[in-house]
T-cell receptor
Framework: AQKITQTQPGMFVQEKEAVTLDCTYDTSDPSYGLFWYKQPSSGEMIFLIYQGSYDQQNATEGRYSLNFQKARKSANLVISASQLGDSAMYFCAMREGIQGAQKLVFGQGTRLTINP | EAQVTQNPRYLITVTGKKLTVTCSQNMNHEYMSWYRQDPGLGLRQIYYSMNVEVTDKGDVPEGYKVSRKEKRNFPLILESPSPNQTSLYFC????????????????FGSGTQLSVL
């Protein structure tokens, strides 16, 4: 079974609009962490935001926020006031705690295109 | 500047010709890992290392070798590359990989685009 699922292969959004990128995960480990990375066309992987399974509040980093719904096992990335520079591939990833393997597990990615 | 450095950035080779992709980090990180990225599959782990002289297989280790003789370096070796190893490769590191420390993020290198003809 997929541990991380990103159901949107591609999204197109108008500049200045907010955008939500979906991510669902599957784990039985009570301790885990969820990450979002951005991959622009230049190819590098840029860390955006982190949410821990025991965190009481949704994580925020500037224009990025994470809509964490633990019961639904979803960790959607919200980008407010999108900009042309937000066009990129976005990956959701999970790290499990005690029960997990020594790796980040990645989703398939969502390609976001911001239209002017 | 704290970084993970991979070389080369691009590499075109032929089937069977041994190659090495180098990876070095200057952050004194204990944990290092190699991933490959393929369309529709995301990133998949090839090998990882918890510390010097400690390496282990990830999800897709076939056809690859690694070594960790020094803390900063973690080269990826393809002894006899094949076309199905054409991919984008990433080296990554983090301070450590303890079971309960779920907030340790990975720092990634810039990637190596490998084409095997």
């Amino acid at each position: 079974a997929q541990k991380i699922t990103q159901t949107q292969p591609g999204m197109f959004v108008q500049e200045k609009e907010a955008v939500t990128l979906d991510c669902t995960y599957d784990t039985s480990d009570p301790s885990y962490g969820l990450f979002w990375y951005k991959q622009p066309s230049s190819g590098e992987m840029i860390f955006l935001i982190y949410q821990g399974s025991y965190d009481q509040q949704n994580a925020t980093e500037g224009r990025y926020s994470l809509n964490f719904q633990k019961a639904r096992k979803s960790a959607n990335l919200v980008i407010s006031a999108s900009q042309l520079g937000d066009s990129a591939m976005y990956f959701c990833a999970m790290r499990e705690g005690i029960q997990g393997a020594q790796k980040l597990v990645f989703g398939q990615g969502t390609r976001l295109t911001i239209n002017p | 500047e704290a970084q993970v450095t991979q070389n080369p950035r691009y590499l075109i080779t032929v089937t069977g010709k041994k190659l090495t992709v180098t990876c070095s980090q200057n952050m004194n990180h204990e944990y290092m890992s190699w991933y490959r990225q393929d369309p529709g599959l995301g990133l998949r782990q090839i090998y990882y290392s918890m510390n010097v002289e400690v390496t282990d297989k990830g999800d897709v280790p076939e056809g690859y070798k690694v070594s960790r003789k020094e803390k900063r370096n973690f080269p990826l070796i393809l002894e006899s590359p094949s076309p199905n190893q054409t991919s984008l490769y990433f080296c990554a590191s983090s301070r450590f990989w303890a079971g309960s420390g779920t907030n340790e993020k990975l720092f990634f290198g810039s990637g190596t685009q490998l084409s095997v003809l």
